[in-house]
């Protein structure tokens, strides 16, 4: 492949270079931009109305992108550091199940807050339980991320049809339903908490060690061990902070539906697996943002949301979240390729 | 409302000791026949009520039951099911067959192995048995709900609801599932036909995501303000379709409704998210298969279709005493 690129060497297009490795690290941003531009055309075009600059549209679109940013969050943080997470799909079916049954059980003697607290509680710590048990697979027994949590999607799937007894859990509680449903000022509260976990994930990302020694593994695990960092404590950290979003996303479906569902994540893995791979992450490790997560997520809500909105046919709907994908790879190769990049064969 | 958590509890018990009964009951003058049954698959409250309706003509007809299962509806994942219960040679077979096509041969081995077959709910071949046309009509009888008839049932309740103008869609899991296509084509045949007030607007499918039905459902409302109605085609189809309008502030002004009758569709009936309920009858399909495969068994003939009914559950109707058992629990 590589033998046809002679621009490789050639000294006269730095400038070349330069304006491909500013469109790669921003294509994400750019692809956003130009959907909501086409979107908004089009609109006006055929229906004489506004797309984006209706609060309506925003805040449905900022609903759908909840459930697949905060699968997303975890992934960003485990496929920089070269995993992936394939079990965040049932862990979350997991919380949902086991937060709508404590919050019915404990609510019906003490009350809807309590019964919602107990519910968070119980639901978040069960979910460290799989999280835990993926990080151990793969940072001490170097079993592949890929096969150990597919394991756990595996174990993670069966535990919560069998608490929920082969089928939906009916949720009877005010609280957790307003955390599903409820509004503040007009913006969703699950859109409320969703953006305090991106901030929390996103400063532990960019702005502490921890979120450096994640690069750092993803970069080269070899050297960020000789370098004296407890890479296994950090893997396994990784992998229980993954579970933990999903367990939160878990909570938030159970509050908005009103049902705790074992298969509610089912359809969002490979959702939150292209938020992150449109934002910018490579699946080799080392590279990614939240900020670019939240950016893919967003491109797949807006496509999902869009294309309903301006009635084309349902199907378009995957050929276009399918063609944002592979054009995203695409970008992120070729930037990779001309500008010298390290993991190219 | 803290009955429902109760019932849901009592039920999950129940089933486990209605199953241990009907296994240990044999009949004291012969020989006890095993009957095994097959579901399209395990996690689904249709199924676990199905269960429920053939454990209790197990118990009452003596006759054992096993009730085995793969975990999600496809033909991969249930034919090997199929050939360890054909291993244990019971004496007839009921299935749910999770594909027209792909499950002739494997079932065409069990009657080779001289179990007699009886599929449930869905079919293989044309579904018209003992004809002798074709090579997909052994099974004895097709014991089901007509869901064309289910959806034409779904469109009447709902442009009674809206008062016969408006226009709705079909919020729908993925094209070419014979049950929900034939619930959304009943559906549409039915208000093209009776309601020529009523505007059909394109299908909506969301891959079995309640997320992305809702998101449907929202985008749906914000092209059309005078959205009057949706038919979820299943139960995270309507769930969806109903948050979606949730969220988008028209709750109760568009009227919802739900095929099929979990206690979540039965919560949101009595919280008015969802309006109607078109429930099917699992535990009477569960029922009569157990007992025609005994009147089989036991030389007498049966029926190659026996077609079972629905109910319609609403606000009106959802507490009454004689609906509770069309409510889908173990």
Redesign the interface.
Known sequence: MSSALPTRSAPGNLRGRRIIAAVASARAWIFLLLLLVVFEIWSQIA?GSTFIF?S??I???A??AV?PVLLGLGQTLVIISGGIDLSVGFTMGLAAVIAAHVA??VG?FAGAPIGLLAGVVVALAATLIPGWINGLLIARLRIPPFIGTLGMYGVA??AA?LFA????????NSWLTYLG?GRILGI?VIVIVTVIFVALVHYLLSETQFGQYTYAIGGNRQATLRAGVNVRRVTIILYMLSALTAGIDGIL?TG????G????G???LLDSIAAVVIGGASLFGGSGTIIGTIIGALII?VI???L????V???WQFIAVGLVIIVSVLVDQSQRRFGGGRQDE | ??R??VI?GL??GLAGAATLLSSSRARAEGKAFTVALIPGL????FY?TMHRGAAAAAKALGVNLVFQGA?SFNAVEQVPVLDAVIARKPDALLIAPTDKVQLIQPLQAAVSAGIPVITVDTYIGGGVYQTGSGNADFPLSYIASNNTLGGQMAARALAKAIGGKGKVYVSNVQPGVSTTDERQDGFIDEMKKSFPGITVL????N??????A???S???L??NSDLAGIFGAN??SA??AA??L???GAGGKVKVVAFDA???I???IK?G?IDIAIAQHPAEIGWFGVAAAYAHLTGQSIPPAIATGFTVIDKSNVDDASIQKFI?A?
């Open positions: 229906y209706s309506f549209n805040r449905s679109v609903v759908f459930a019915n059980d019906a799937r069966g049809y007894g082969g089928t939906t859990v009916p949720v009877d449903n969703p479906y908005r539906f009103a049902a569902a074992p298969q509610a089912e359809p969002l809500a999902q949301y869009g309903v909105f301006l009635n046919e349902p199907f | 409302m803290e429902r958590s849901g039920g999950l395990t996690t689904d409250a676990i975990p394109n299908t909506q499918f891959d079995d995501d309640a997320n992305k809702a998101s449907q929202q985008s749906v914000a092209r139960l995270f769930m969806g948050n979606g949730q969220q988008g979990p206690q979540t039965i919560g949101n919280t998210l889908y173990s």
